[in-house]
């Protein structure tokens, strides 16, 4: 059994695999969950936090660019890397490994990564969803912070409502055009999606992109068997 970890901005995740590379569960992780015997860990941490891995006897090993990977790092400061990026870009490559691939991580930041056959290319980072709300209120005097629920139409016609379509039109067109253009480049590529606002995007967007829910882990999986564990 192989257990990967995410321990994202917001919360942290995990996923179990057995050794065929099938995924046996997942769910949100506290360190509390009851600990089999693993063959390895893989973590994924974008945090300064300590991974509650207490009572995992097992090899624990953390993404990083100095791990074995199935393609070469176009990027100028590798070490600075974050470990989710390097994992969804893994996983792309693992769903589509002779293709082009662009990843779309759509949680407390929207991430934008592209990945050719062999090499990652880069991408990019801007503020995610809940973020672009609380920006609002945090850098003016008058405008409130608001929860999210999907609204989407062009126009506002309350404060409310103006934010609600500013923040979601932005997000989705932001999301939308950058899909587009990758797929007017490489016709044949294959365009993922995962994060936590992935299931809000995944039902507006008219792009053919596909929704994976649990690509970094994907990606966290194979880099363990690509390390040898």
Request: with cysteine; glycine share 10%; charged share 20%.
């Amino acid at each position: 059994m192989y257990l990967t970890l995410d321990i994202g901005n917001t919360r942290s995740k995990f996923a179990r695999f057995d050794a065929d590379g099938l995924l046996v569960d997942s769910g949100f992780w506290s360190g509390e969950q009851p600990i089999p015997d693993y063959t390895a860990v893989c973590v994924a941490n974008v945090t300064d936090r300590e991974p509650p891995l207490q009572g995992v006897k097992a090899p624990v090993v953390f993404m990083s660019s100095l791990l074995k990977l199935p393609f070469s790092l176009g990027y100028q400061t590798p070490e600075k890397l974050g470990a989710d990026r390097l994992a969804a870009a893994v996983g792309a490559a693992y769903f589509n490994p002779n293709g082009t691939s662009m990843v779309v991580d759509a949680g407390t930041c929207l991430k934008f990564e592209y990945i050719n056959k062999t090499q990652y290319e880069g991408g990019s980072i801007s503020p995610g969803l809940m973020m672009r709300y609380k920006s609002l209120a945090a850098f003016t005097d008058r405008l409130p912070e608001i929860s999210h629920h999907p609204f989407v139409p062009e126009k506002g016609d309350t404060t409310e409502t103006s934010i609600l379509s500013g923040v979601q039109q932005g997000f989705i067109l932001e999301v939308e055009g950058r899909v587009q253009r990758f797929l007017s480049s490489f016709p044949e590529g294959k365009a993922f999606m995962t994060g936590g606002d992935a299931p809000f995007l995944a039902e507006r967007l008219k792009t053919k992109i596909f929704a994976e829910p649990m690509l970094l882990h994907y990606g966290l999986y194979h880099t363990l068997r690509l390390n040898g564990y």
